[in-house]
């Protein structure tokens, strides 16, 4: 079977994030500049190849001084780490809409091998007569694995940010011809 290459349509989607701040609210923020490409034979998409890359600079939660301190040395080092990057290494089919996704997310030159349920919604053609597929990840993941591991502790107790991070990823990807 032949192979088949998808880009990512980005005007049809999202990479966001939410973390809890003073432990009982949560600031939500996306990535505004990223790629990911798929390779899958012809249109099987169990144990397809996924890679995807975000620029750090790109990170947006709707406040400058809480982004630029996100992409200081107290967080993402854009400096020095500009993005980060997931490879898969495994797409395995559960069901006829979900997928479990397997691969080594690299932050700040840190690599972790993660897991995530993938929610496949299907392959459709949009009127101009591409055909595109559908994806949505959800996930958690411990910052400080990564080495993000600035804080502040909070006068009542606690901290100020959160260290579960969880991921709200909406995919639509174009076949290429």
């Given at each position: 079977?032949?192979?088949?290459?998808?880009?990512?349509?980005?005007?049809?989607?999202?990479?966001?994030?939410k973390?809890?701040?003073?432990?009982?609210?949560?600031?939500?923020?996306?990535?505004?500049?990223?790629?990911a490409?798929?390779?899958?034979?012809?249109?099987?998409?169990?144990?397809?190849?996924?890679?995807?890359?975000?620029?750090?600079?790109?990170?947006?939660?709707?406040?400058?001084?809480?982004?630029?301190?996100?992409?200081?040395?107290?967080?993402?080092?854009?400096?020095?780490?500009?993005?980060?990057t997931?490879?898969?290494?495994?797409?395995?089919?559960?069901?006829?809409?979900?997928?479990?996704?397997?691969?080594?997310?690299?932050?700040?030159?840190?690599?972790?091998?993660?897991?995530?349920?993938?929610?496949?919604?299907?392959?459709?053609?949009?009127?101009?007569?591409?055909?595109?597929?559908?994806?949505?990840?959800?996930?958690?993941?411990?910052?400080?694995?990564?080495g993000?591991?600035?804080?502040?502790?909070?006068?009542?107790?606690?901290?100020?940010?959160?260290?579960?991070?969880?991921?709200?990823?909406?995919?639509?990807?174009?076949?290429?011809?």
């Open positions: 079977m032949a192979t088949t290459k998808w880009s990512i349509d980005p005007t049809h989607s999202e990479i966001g994030f973390v809890k701040h003073m432990m009982f609210t949560n600031v939500s923020g996306k990535f505004g500049t990223y790629d490409t798929i390779t899958t034979e012809g249109n099987n998409f169990e144990n397809a190849a996924i890679e995807f890359s975000g620029d750090i600079a790109s990170i947006d939660t709707a406040n400058a001084d809480r982004d630029g301190h996100l992409r200081s040395a107290d967080f993402f080092d854009a400096e020095n780490n500009p993005k980060l997931f490879k898969g290494s495994s797409f395995k089919k559960i069901d006829d809409g979900d997928y479990e996704l397997t691969g080594d997310l690299t932050i700040k030159g840190v690599s972790k091998t993660v897991k995530f349920p993938v929610e496949f919604s299907g392959i459709m053609t949009d009127p101009w007569g591409n055909t595109k597929v559908g994806l949505n990840i959800e996930g958690k993941i411990n910052r400080k694995d990564w993000l591991n600035w804080n502040s502790a909070l006068e009542t107790g606690g901290v100020l940010v959160g260290e579960e991070v969880r991921l709200n990823i909406e995919l639509q990807f174009v076949k290429q011809a």
